[in-house]
C-alpha cells in the first residue's frame, strides 16, 4: 500500500496534508465540546443562570458550525486525493498490461487482471479516502481524551486504563483470524469473474446447448462459496463492537458509580463527571471506529499487493536497445525463416512448437495445416514476437525477430487472429489501427481485396456505419473481412492469416486468397483446417504436436506425407486432388 502511496501520491500531496489539517481543528473543537458542557451543567444548569446557559449554548452551536466547514473542506480534499491516485492507479495498470507479453497475460487470466483494475483499485481508493478523512481524527481523538480525562481526575483515569487493554486485545484477536480471509475473498471475486465473463461471452453456445441451468448452477456455486468467506468475515468483525461498547458502558457505569461519590464528598462537580463520560465515550468509539480502519486498510493492502503483482510484473518481451532494421531486406534473405525454434507455454510444459525450421522467400505463400492442437497458432504468434522462442531463432527479412523494434516489426507483419475481434465505434476507426492516417481511398482498397466491400456499399453510412462492441452488428464471416482488411491497411510485407477464413463460403474465400495474392506481392501466411486454402501455396507446413510432419508443395506432399494424405481424403474427392494420390 505504501509503495503505491509513495508512487502515485506526488500529484496529490497537497490534499494529502490539507485534508489532515483541517480534520485536526475539527479534533480540537470536539475535544472541547465536553469541557464547555462541564461549563454549562455547572455554572448555567447548577446555578440557575440563563444566560451562561445561552452563551454556552451558543458556543457550541458556533463550535459545530466551523467543525462542520472543515469537515466540508477534508471531505473535497479526501475526493480529491482518493479519486485522483485511483484513477491513475486504475490507467498505469491498464498501460503495463497493455505492455505485458501474450506470456504474462496467459499467467494472469483475463477475469483476474478485470478484478484487480476494479474492485482491487476501488478497495484502495476506499482506503486513501478515509485514511484523509478518519486515520488521523479516530487516533488524536482517542488520546485527546485520554489526556483530558487523566487532567479531570486520575483515579477514575484508571478506569481507562483497564478498559483501553481490554478493547485492544479483542482487537487484536479478531483481526488475526480475519486478514486471511480477506485475500480469499479477492481471489473468490476473481472465480465469480471468470464465470460470469464466460456466460455472457459465450450466451449463444449456452443458449444453443441448452445449458442455462448449468452455469446458472455454476455461478450461484461461485457466489455461495464467495459468499460464504464474507459471511465468516463478517461474523468475526461482528464481534468487535458488541465487545467494545459492553466494555465502554461497563467503564460508564464505573465512572458515574466513583464519581456520583467524589460528587458527594464535594471533590468532582457533576459537569466534570459529565465531561469525564464524554470523554471516556470518546476514547471507546474512536477505538471503535479505527478497528473498522484497519480492516478497510487490510483489504486495501491485499488489494494493493495484488495490483502491485501486475506492476512489478516484466514482460518477457522487450525491444530495449533495438535499432530500427532497414528496408528492404539485404538481396536473397527469405521474408521468413525458422531456425530450430521452439516453444514452451511454461517452465516443464510440454513444447508446442519443437524444433521447426523451414524458409519462405518474399512474396511466396506460406500453408499451415494441422489438426487440432498441432501448434499452428502458436507457431505464427513467433513471426511476430507475441511469444519468443525457448531455443532456435525465427528472423524476419534477414533479422531475427528479438532484433526489430516491436512496433516496427509489428508493422511490417500484419496479423488477422484466429477470432475475429473488432471495437465499439465505427469501420473506419477499426480499419485505420494500423495506420491512423490512412486515407478513404486506403481503406476501400483494403476492403476490396478482403471481399468486405460490397457490404459496407450497402450500408448507410458506408466508413462511418457504427461498429458495435466485439462487432456483434456484423455476422461471422463480415467480422473476419472486416478484420482482414484492417490487417491489410499500411501494405504489410508479411500477411499472417491465422484460420481467419473459417466463417467464408469457399467461393468468398477462393476469391479472397486470389486477391491477396496479387496484392502488392506481400509475403502470405495462411493458417487453416481447409486443404482448399494451402493447397495453392508455395509451401506447405503440416504440425503434428508442434513438430513439422511434412514441408513441400501439395503435389510433393500427397506422395511423401502420411498425414497430409489423410487430411486431403478426408476433405476431398480423389479426382480433386491430383497427382500423388493412388
Not at 54 to 79: E, H, R
Not at 105 to 129: C, E, M
Not at 305 to 331: F, K, M, Q, W, Y
Amino acid at each position: 500500500m505504501f509503495e503505491l502511496l509513495r508512487r502515485f501520491s506526488g500529484k496529490y500531496r497537497r490534499y494529502l496534508v490539507i485534508g489532515p489539517a483541517t480534520k485536526l481543528i475539527e479534533v480540537f473543537f470536539d475535544l472541547l465540546t465536553p469541557l464547555v458542557v462541564a461549563r454549562m451543567i455547572d455554572e448555567g444548569v447548577g446555578h440557575h443562570d440563563v444566560h451562561a446557559t445561552l452563551f454556552y449554548g451558543g458556543l457550541l452551536i458556533a463550535m459545530a458550525c466551523v467543525g462542520i466547514c472543515f469537515t466540508l473542506v477534508c471531505q473535497k480534499m479526501a475526493a480529491l486525493a482518493s479519486q485522483g491516485i485511483g484513477t491513475d492507479i486504475r490507467g498505469s495498470l491498464y498501460a503495463h498490461i497493455n505492455e505485458l507479453s501474450y506470456a504474462e497475460l496467459d499467467r494472469f487470466g483475463t477475469p483476474s487482471l478485470i478484478t484487480r483494475i476494479t474492485n482491487d483499485v476501488n478497495q484502495i481508493q476506499l482506503a486513501v479516502a478515509l485514511g484523509v478523512r478518519q486515520l488521523i481524527r479516530w487516533p488524536f481523538l482517542a488520546v485527546g481524551s485520554m489526556v483530558a480525562a487523566l487532567l479531570i481526575d486520575v483515579k477514575l483515569g484508571l478506569i481507562f486504563l483497564v478498559c483501553t487493554p481490554l478493547i485492544g486485545i479483542v482487537f487484536w484477536i479478531v483481526m488475526a483470524k480475519c486478514v486471511p480471509y480477506f485475500k480469499q475473498l479477492q481471489q473468490k471475486l476473481d472465480r465469480i469473474g471468470l464465470i460470469t465473463r464466460e456466460g455472457l461471452s459465450g450466451a449463444r453456445v449456452v443458449r444453443a446447448f441448452v445449458r442455462e441451468d448449468h452455469e446458472r448452477e455454476r455461478f450461484h456455486e461461485a457466489a455461495d462459496d464467495q459468499a460464504a468467506t464474507a459471511i465468516a468475515v463478517g461474523k468475526l468483525s461482528s464481534t468487535l463492537n458488541p465487545i467494545t461498547f459492553l466494555v465502554m458502558n461497563l467503564g460508564v457505569c464505573a465512572i458515574l458509580w466513583m464519581g456520583g461519590i467524589q460528587v458527594d464528598t464535594g471533590a468532582l462537580t457533576q459537569g466534570q463527571v459529565m465531561a469525564f463520560v464524554n470523554y471516556m465515550t470518546q476514547t471507546l468509539l474512536s477505538i471503535v471506529y479505527v478497528a473498522n480502519l484497519v480492516v478497510v486498510f487490510t483489504k486495501a493492502s491485499a488489494s494493493a499487493s495484488r495490483v502491485n503483482e501486475v506492476l512489478h510484473c516484466r514482460s518477457s518481451i522487450t525491444d530495449d536497445g533495438n535499432a530500427e532494421v532497414l528496408l528492404p531486406a539485404a538481396d536473397g534473405a527469405p521474408a521468413i525463416a525458422f531456425d530450430h525454434a521452439s516453444f514452451a507455454f511454461g517452465s516443464g510444459a510440454t513444447n508446442a512448437v519443437d524444433d521447426v525450421t523451414f524458409t519462405v522467400d518474399a512474396g511466396q505463400t506460406l500453408g499451415i495445416i494441422g489438426g487440432t492442437g498441432a501448434g499452428k497458432s502458436t507457431l505464427v504468434s513467433l513471426i511476430s514476437r507475441l511469444y519468443d522462442t525457448v531455443s532456435g531463432s525465427v528472423r524476419v527479412m534477414g533479422t531475427d525477430v528479438r532484433s526489430w523494434p516491436l512496433c516496427q516489426l509489428r508493422h511490417v507483419v500484419g496479423i488477422v487472429p484466429q477470432r475475429a475481434s473488432l471495437v465499439s465505434g465505427t469501420i473506419r476507426s477499426n480499419l485505420q489501427w494500423r495506420d491512423e492516417k490512412a486515407s478513404d481511398d486506403a481503406l476501400w482498397a483494403a476492403l476490396e481485396t478482403a471481399q468486405a466491400a460490397e457490404f459496407v456499399r450497402k450500408m448507410p453510412d458506408g466508413l462511418d456505419s457504427k461498429v458495435e462492441a466485439g462487432g456483434k452488428n456484423f455476422s461471422g464471416g463480415q467480422r473476419q473481412r472486416l478484420t482482414i482488411a484492417r490487417a491489410l491497411v499500411g501494405d504489410p510485407s508479411i500477411l499472417v492469416m491465422d484460420d481467419s477464413a473459417s466463417a467464408l463460403d469457399f467461393k468468398t474465400d477462393a476469391a479472397l486468397r486470389h486477391t491477396i495474392r496479387k496484392h502488392g506481392g506481400a509475403t502470405t501466411v495462411i493458417v487453416s483446417q481447409r486443404v482448399s486454402a494451402v493447397r495453392d501455396a508455395d509451401l506447405i507446413c503440416v504440425l503434428s504436436h508442434g513438430r513439422i510432419a511434412g514441408l513441400g508443395t501439395h503435389d510433393e506432399l500427397l506422395g511423401s506425407c502420411d498425414l497430409y494424405r489423410e487430411i486431403c481424403l478426408s476433405q476431398l474427392r480423389r479426382e480433386e486432388l491430383g497427382k500423388g494420390v493412388c
